[in-house]
T-cell receptor, first 115, second 110 residues
Framework: DAMVIQNPRYQVTQFGKPVTLSCSQTLNHNVMYWYQQKSSQAPKLLFHYYDKDFNNEADTPDNFQSRRPNTSFCFLDIRSPGLGDAAMYLC??????????????FGPGTRLTVL | DAKTTQPNSMESNEEEPVHLPCNHS???????IHWYRQLPSQGPEYVIHGLTSNVNNRMASLAIAEDRKSSTLILHRATLRDAAVYYC???????????FGEGTQLTVNP
């Protein structure tokens, strides 16, 4: 089945130690998104790629970076995680094109713990 | 994206219909109305979307007010598996972004 896969499902890192979360998709979608969701809050968009074009949200801290080496993969890099970065990180994809309904497909998320 | 307002929580009984309201009074003429839901410990999933006309799919129905300032998601027969946070989101036609509001926590009682 076509899907959005996130690895790992659970990630523990130390304060200040760089960490990378990964996302892959078999849907061949041209847009990939990263959201941050803290406990009991709604998902918050960090950034997205439309093909190779990177679109950062205005309030996303510089500590968060992303890479999309090809259509299928997208990475979220947190350069120096702080305690406040502990959250669920959700990857999503969509197809943006003529007449498309732009439905987003979400992965199961990676829960990040910062010690 | 236009701001949306939803009740924090709602309760329903199993096998009864549920009407989840959403206000989006600042919606522009070309913004779509999307509904997503998030089950516990899962990523959000698409439920339904519409522009002006009411919409039906296998999961739910979407009723859109004539002035488009509000909409209602209708679950015709709630099941225990429908217990989730339901998000109403407006999306620019030309854009990809979804801006999630606080959502409505739906509890379904057996």
């Amino acid at each position: 089945d076509a899907m959005v896969i996130q690895n790992p499902r659970y990630q523990v890192t130390q304060f200040g130690k760089p960490v990378t979360l990964s996302c892959s998709q078999t849907l061949n979608h041209n847009v990939m998104y990263w959201y941050q969701q803290k406990s009991s809050q709604a998902p918050k968009l960090l950034f997205h790629y439309y093909d190779k074009d990177f679109n950062n949200e205005a309030d996303t801290p510089d500590n968060f970076q992303s890479r999309r080496p090809n259509t299928s993969f997208c990475f979220l890099d947190i350069r120096s995680p702080g305690l406040g970065d502990a959250a669920m990180y959700l990857c999503a994809t969509s197809f943006r094109g003529q007449g498309g309904k732009n439905e987003q497909f979400f992965g199961p998320g990676t829960r990040l713990t910062v010690l | 994206d236009a701001k949306t307002t939803q009740p924090n929580s709602m309760e329903s009984n199993e096998e009864e219909p549920v009407h989840l309201p959403c206000n989006h009074s600042t919606i522009s003429g070309t913004d779509y109305i999307h509904w997503y839901r998030q089950l516990p410990s899962q990523g959000p999933e698409y439920v339904i979307h519409g522009l002006t006309s009411n919409v039906n799919n296998r999961m739910a129905s979407l009723a859109i007010a004539e002035d488009r300032k509000s909409s209602t998601l209708i679950l015709h027969r709630a099941t225990l598996r429908d217990a989730a946070v339901y998000y109403c989101i407006t999306q620019e036609t030309s854009g990809s972004r979804l801006t999630f509001g606080e959502g409505t926590q739906l509890t379904v009682n057996p």
